[in-house]
């Protein structure tokens, strides 16, 4: 069987843009790197349910760096490009589509800024609301110029969760029909925690909280009803005796919500973790990604294989995942993938 990727890249050295890539999982093995469209520095990619890419684009104009998103039609490669709204200021960090809602979030690390597109019935975006964090910066070097949001998604249950990696702080929000946002609550961490994504597990009133700066995960509780976040537990993704730079980054969950996986920069590996009956996390594995500083993950969508792209490296590397134990065994390294930094399914 054939599976296909999106794969979203910086373009500083040879990387042209957004690429397809393909998994045999007869093979196993990763085939056939195609260029889907030249962009800049397409760091995170999102695919419509109607085969709308839309990306975090970055560009010059007038001499002035411009970012912000570009619209492509996904039924073709090359894509064509559709509608491109950038601003002055440097490209958001994420991207995502709301299929229920019909709407595209964005969230702006260099800005400070979360934004809300509206997906017209021609599939071209409308912003609605842009809100901008406020906070008190965390410690560490990398927050002291103010807010920055990594990530705006849906929670289980309908709100908007920004993780601001520099405020040490999670922002939760309603969003209107009409797309505007209303804050509801908000969770501090510990200084320097670093948000950077989320992820849930519904039946036990669970998130599972990846922050950069501090290479750990939290556990937090989530009741629904109060809309309210607290901190159950705290785990490092790192080795005790690890000195050197490590910044964590993506952070996934298998489907039948038994396994947490998370990518680490500079130690450059993915640790797995088993989920308790009570929700906390327990470390059993942690295997090297055979490359530098793997930004981005996934599962393919049996969840037999995970996918990682290591930007600095230039490859991609495939596991196999044997959905009882949990674990990764290397299949497949040294696939060519120029400064991938995002690994999303393409659409059936």
Known sequence: MIEKF??????????????????DTDKPALQNLQLVAKAGSPTYVAESKAHRIYAVERVMEDNELHGGVVDLDGTTIPAK????????????????????????????YHTGDVTIFKIGPDGLLAATDRVHDH????????????????????SFD?????????????????????GKLELVSGLTLEPGFGPRHITYIEELGKAYLVGELSSKVAVLNYNEETAQFEIEQVVSTIPADWTEHNGAAAIHLSSDHRFIYVSNRGNDSIVVFAVQPDGKLKQIQRVSTEGEFPRDFNFNRSEDFLIVANQNTDNATLFQRNADSGKLTLVQKDFTVPEGTCVAHRQD
Not at 84 to 89: D, P, Q, S
Not at 158 to 178: K, S
């Open 6 to 23: 999106l794969i979203g890249t910086y373009t500083k050295n040879q990387s042209k843009g957004i690429y397809q890539i393909e998994l």
């Open 81 to 108: 490009e559709l509608q491109k709204i950038v601003e002055m200021g440097s490209s958001p960090a994420y991207i995502t589509v709301d299929e229920k809602r019909q709407f595209v979030y964005t969230a702006n």
């Open 135 to 154: 906070g008190k910066v965390g410690p560490r070097p990398e927050q002291a110029d103010g807010p920055h949001p990594h990530y705006v998604d849906i």
């Open 158 to 178: 309908g709100r908007l969760v920004v993780c601001d990696l520099g405020l040490d702080q999670i922002f939760l929000y309603d969003l209107t029909p009409e």
